[in-house]
Every structure is written in C-alpha cells, then in structure tokens.
C-alpha cells in the first residue's frame, strides 16, 4: 500500500496553467502505475492520465492531449500534471491514484487500488 496526498490545485483563469503534485509514502513508488482522475460536480469520475512505473508510457484521455502532462520522479517520490491552456470544462476535484506496475497505464479506475484525497481546481472563464 500506498498512501498518496495531492496538492497545487487553485483558481485560474481559462488560458492559464497549474501543477498538481502527488506525493507518495508508506509503499515502494516504483512497483506502482500513477493515474490522475477528476470528478466534476454532478458528472461521474473521468480518467485523465496515468503514467508507467519508470515513465517508459504514458496515457491521457482525449479531451487532455496537448494541454496535460503528466510526470513522475521515483527518486523523490513524487507524481505530477501540468496543466496549460485551462478550460473551464476541466473544472473539477483531482485525485492520484496508483496501481500495481503490472498493468501498465490503465485508464480504469477500478484498476487503482490506491487513492489520494483529492484537490480542487477551478478554471474561470
């Protein structure tokens, strides 16, 4: 197991950019896949990214190529999303998620067995 905590979410402006930040403890970061997923109010809970466990592959969900990449650092134990060109539709609560190396990048949350808290982030149009 383990326990991951988000930060970096806020308010910004549509056309602006933030750096969500996963930090991971309590397990061994590099056995572990790193999703990212959102939950925008009165919508179910949608993947956004998720990223290998040595960053050989990545994955991101149509409507976020070009605009989100997502990052991680074994050594610090850390996963990222940089987020540019922010839209108002990506308003929404942000959650890490991590998943048994084995399974590569998956987009399915039932796949994670492992979740942070989440944070919020807000675009303004």
């Known amino acids: 197991q383990v326990h991951l905590i988000e930060s970096g979410g806020g308010l910004v402006q549509a056309g602006g950019s933030l750096r969500l930040s996963c930090a991971a403890s309590?397990?061994?970061?590099?056995?572990?896949?790193l999703g990212w997923f959102r939950r925008a109010p009165g919508k179910e809970r949608e993947f956004v990214a998720a990223?290998?466990?040595?960053?050989?592959?990545?994955d991101y969900v149509d409507s976020v190529k070009g605009r989100f990449t997502i990052s991680r650092d074994n050594k610090k134990n850390m996963g990222y999303l940089q987020m540019n060109s922010l839209e108002p539709e990506d308003t929404a609560v942000y959650y890490c998620?991590?998943?048994?190396?084995?399974?590569?990048?998956?987009?399915?949350?039932?796949?994670?067995?492992?979740w942070g808290q989440g944070t919020q982030v807000t675009v303004s149009s």
């Open positions: 990223i290998d466990w040595n960053s050989a592959r990545t």
């Open positions: 998620a991590a998943a048994p190396w084995r399974l590569g990048v998956p987009a399915k949350a039932d796949y994670y067995d492992n």
């Open positions: 309590g397990g061994s970061f590099n056995e572990y896949a």
